[in-house]
């Protein structure tokens, strides 16, 4: 069956759809009651993990490596349940991450500037022109987090399949609208669509595993089989490649297994210098 | 099974048919391989086929064409299209003229049989991988 990416600019008036949607689809909806497991995995504390994700200044302040290390266990996490099937997920930036499969359909949410600025300024007690100031700078700083985080402008109405603005379409119909979008044709699974999404669930689990010993370290897969790429000091090439070996082999699924090494002219220059 | 699985198989890489016709016979199809899409839709005007296997893009005739041709034509048979160059404007394309599956090449022959037996469920007929 069809999966389902909602994007919801904040502050929308009325309800969050997402539930709605996936009850009227008989779907799991999938989000934020995912943090707890990715928390563990990651062995932060969920608060530290929600406050990160919450706010793009909060991002920015964490440590780089923590970031990647987030980013990569929040890909594993999700592709591993959207790979199971009859999921409408939101909140967890599905529609930025997972690339070219053709039975996800990826739904954005707008409003209004003026109806998002009054449900903000009724929230925190603002007049309705601070509002719209808050939720403009708020505006920038999504577009600025998407962009650092995934290469991608998450309000770029490009990146979706539908746009609904829920100032001039009621919730219901919007939620009939996205269903009969997903009943359609062209957003059914096929072989080819499903091995897509196969292979970057298997490419994100092997790099939630490699991203702590390299931050940097590129994954890709295909038919069981998994091409790692790193960069490393000549020194440390051979030890690299080897702890890259054992943890990707412990992966469920990899079935054959490259590493790539590439030098690291910036750090082997430093070393010369030494 | 009481009558065999008529397959018509093509692909402008000659290798292409020449590997998954014998796979296909070997699950009990009878398959025909082509190479030039006008002559594959001279033979799909002279007999009905269950499936069509077809490549994408071929000098002649793209596989988008060949589909569109092969359900006006008899709107039962299962088009299977195959690309090296699937993307998910093409997957969407295909399945919106009414694709039946696409598959990404490199594929295994086994890949293609899965399918195959799918189709030939779809189409109230028994037959294994």
Not at chain 1, 156 to 167: G, H, K, M, Q, R
Not at chain 2, 104 to 122: G, M, T, Y
Request: glycine share 6%.
């Amino acid at each position: 069956m069809p999966v389902v990416a909602i994007c919801a600019a904040s502050h929308l008036p009325g309800q969050d759809l997402a539930p709605t949607l996936a009850s009227q689809l008989g779907y799991a909806q999938v989000g934020a009651e995912m943090l707890p497991q990715i928390a563990s995995r990651l062995q932060v504390e969920e608060s530290k993990l929600q406050a990160a994700l919450g706010a793009p200044k909060a991002w920015q302040r964490i440590n780089p490596k923590l970031r990647a290390r987030m980013l990569a266990h929040i890909k594993a996490v999700l592709l591993e349940r959207l790979e199971s099937d009859r999921v409408v997920s939101s909140g967890l930036a599905a529609h930025l991450f997972v690339q070219g499969v053709s039975h996800l359909c990826k739904v954005r949410l707008i409003a209004d500037a003026a109806d998002r600025a009054a449900v903000l300024a009724q929230e925190q007690g603002l007049k309705q022109e601070q509002a719209l100031a808050r939720l403009e700078a708020l505006d920038a700083d999504r577009r600025q987090w998407s962009l650092a985080a995934f290469g991608e402008d998450e309000s770029a109405a490009a990146l979706y399949d539908l746009v609904i603005n829920l100032s001039r379409v009621e919730p219901g119909q919007a939620v009939k609208i996205i269903a009969g979008t997903v009943g359609s044709r062209k957003f059914q699974p096929m072989t080819f669509s499903l091995d897509r999404l196969r292979d970057q669930a298997l490419a994100s689990r092997v790099r939630a595993e490699l991203v702590a010993l390299d931050p940097e370290v590129r994954v890709n897969a295909g038919q069981g089989r998994v091409w790692v790429q790193t960069i490393a000091v000549k020194r440390q090439q051979e030890k690299r490649v080897q702890a890259l070996k054992v943890l990707a082999q412990g992966v469920a699924g990899v079935a054959d297994l490259e590493v790539q090494v590439l030098p690291d002219l910036i750090g082997q220059a430093a070393d010369t210098m030494r | 099974m009481t009558e065999q699985l008529k397959v018509l198989i093509l692909d402008d890489e000659p290798t292409v048919g020449k590997r998954l016709g014998p796979a296909l016979c070997k699950m009990g199809c009878q398959t025909e391989t082509f190479v030039d899409p006008t002559e594959a839709l001279q033979r799909l005007e002279q007999t009905e086929f269950d499936v069509v296997v077809t490549d994408i893009r071929m000098e002649k005739l793209d596989g988008i064409q060949v589909l569109e041709r092969v359900l006006a034509k008899s709107p039962r048979t299962k088009v299977v299209v195959i690309s090296g160059y699937a993307t998910l404007e093409v997957a969407r394309q295909a399945l919106a003229k009414g694709a039946f599956d696409l598959l990404a090449k490199p594929f295994k022959p086994a890949d293609l049989r899965e399918v195959i037996v799918r189709a030939a469920q779809s189409l109230g007929l028994a037959l294994t991988a």
